[in-house]
């Protein structure tokens, strides 16, 4: 166990829907991580949070956004969801941001659009 | 940009046998390497990690890595392996700095091994 939550485990919805998916990082870590795992591009990183602020943007849609809050979980929100979208997404939570800090992983929420 | 590749999609191993799972990656200064393992429906969990030092890492469950800066590999290594390593294995390297310190982690697109008793 990780540390890390996310909910929900599994997430059906159909295609033009909206999700959120939820992310609760490791206590006292003040980085967190989205990445989108599919079977066709693997696993790619989409955005990082850090303390409330976004630091950096990867291959993440205009479709998507996220937000961390002031407890510190994350949401990453998925608009006019695709087919495409159909992913494992995970959330990773670190320490202070910084190259030695480990990312610790959640087990990962996945998304099924149809 | 920074990039990692594992060239070998599918490995079936017999358990007790050694093991050595490759990774190749591209970047343009001092790299930081992981492996990763993720099990079936799980999340992905640190093996390893390199970042300076000793270019022989040790990490969890037996597994060990050598980084190889001449050949810009970093194999994972295992010398008996046993059923439960079944997984899929990702190398990861964190480079991708934004200048707002975010080091997000871009990764090869893994390894299946499979261990036949």
């Known amino acids: 166990d990780s540390g890390v939550t996310q909910t929900p485990k599994h997430l059906i919805t159909a295609t033009g829907q909206r999700v959120t998916l939820r992310c609760s990082p490791r206590?006292?870590?003040?980085?967190v991580y989205w990445y989108q795992q599919s079977l066709d591009q693997g696993l790619q990183f989409l955005i990082h949070y850090y303390n409330g602020e976004e630091r950096a943007k990867g291959n993440i849609l205009e479709r998507f956004s996220a937000q961390q809050f002031p407890d510190l979980h994350s949401e990453l929100n998925l608009s006019s969801l695709e087919l495409g979208d159909s992913a494992l997404y995970f959330c990773?939570?670190?320490?202070?941001?910084?190259?030695?800090?480990?990312?610790?992983f959640g087990p990962g929420t996945r998304l099924t659009v149809l | 940009a920074q990039s990692v590749t594992q060239p070998d999609i599918h490995i079936t191993v017999s358990e007790g046998a050694s093991l050595e799972l490759r990774c190749n990656y591209s970047y343009g200064a001092t790299p930081y390497l992981f492996w990763y393992v993720q099990s079936p429906g799980q999340g992905l969990q640190l093996l390893l990690k390199y970042f300076s030092g000793d270019t022989l890492v040790q990490g969890i469950k037996g597994f060990e890595a050598e980084f190889k800066r001449s050949q810009s590999s970093f194999n994972l290594r295992k010398p008996s392996v046993h059923w439960s390593d079944a997984a899929e294995y990702f190398c990861a390297v964190d480079g991708a700095y934004s200048g707002a310190g975010s080091y997000q982690l871009t990764f090869g697109k893994g390894t299946k091994l499979s261990v036949i008793p």
């Open positions: 206590s006292g870590d003040l980085s």
């Open positions: 990773a939570s670190s320490a202070p941001s910084g190259r030695l800090n480990e990312q610790f």
